[in-house]
């Protein structure tokens, strides 16, 4: 089916300038989820063949969406349905509580998973003395089909039984064990995806990106995980409530 017919366009029908109309009908479109996150749309020049409008309407409307990121261009590969996800600073949620909220599903390709002795970088940020043991557990991170973030975890020895028990989601394993954080620290940075990080998540390399390394910590103040999340740029906002304390 055409794009205009899939969300019912009639350039004749309706009022206003003919490209905030068709702005209009496409965010109905994406916003109802007619047109899903991550899908491609047809070249300009279909477009304007398919909705019968001039070229520089469709260009007009679809700089409007991409101006409020409901589209993305994407160098060399067109113009696609934002698949942005916007996430709490406030709440300690999962990777996977966070995609299941909004109705998208998630999985996790293994880099690698291991466990040995802490290092001492790893020592300092989680409180542990030098020797202990922790799990390692290395992720590509994706909602549906479409490669979200690097996860790079160290969780300590104590919080797990062991390393199998990881498979899908880590905080659900952490909760069976009671080990479940129930505080963070959470530390935001811009960065940019050097070349193998890029090829693991199938980017550009020197596409932008956010860093995000979580401190998790149990109820008695013990540190029970550090995550370095590598989230592509593109793919989330987020979004903090702040309050007037004064
Ligand atoms: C989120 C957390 C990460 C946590 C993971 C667990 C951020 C920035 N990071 O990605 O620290 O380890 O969720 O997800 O939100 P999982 O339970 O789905 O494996």
Known sequence: MSLAAQIGFEPEEGRGPLYRRLEERLRHAIESGVLKPEQALPSERDLAEDFAVSRITIRKALDGLVGNGLLLRRQGAGTFISGRVEKSFSKLTSFSE?????????????????????????????????????????????????????????????????????????????????????????????????????????????????????????????AVEMTQSWYRGDAYDFVAELNDLG
């Open 98 to 222: 966070d995609m299941a909220a909004r109705g998208r599903s998630s999985r996790s390709e293994w880099i690698s998973r291991s466990e040995g002795a802490v290092t001492p970088d790893e020592s300092l940020m989680l409180g542990l003395s030098p020797g202990t043991p922790v799990y390692r557990f290395n992720r590509i991170r994706y909602a549906d089909d479409f490669a979200m973030a690097l996860e790079y975890s160290t969780i300590p020895g104590f919080a797990l039984p062991d390393l199998a028990v990881v498979h899908g989601s880590l905080y659900e394993a952490l909760n069976a064990s009671g080990t479940r954080p129930v505080r963070a620290l959470q530390r935001l940075r811009a960065v940019l995806f050097d070349g193998q990080k890029a090829s693991l998540m199938g980017i550009e390399p020197g596409a932008p990106g956010l860093l995000i390394e979580r401190r998790g910590f149990l109820e008695d103040g013990r």
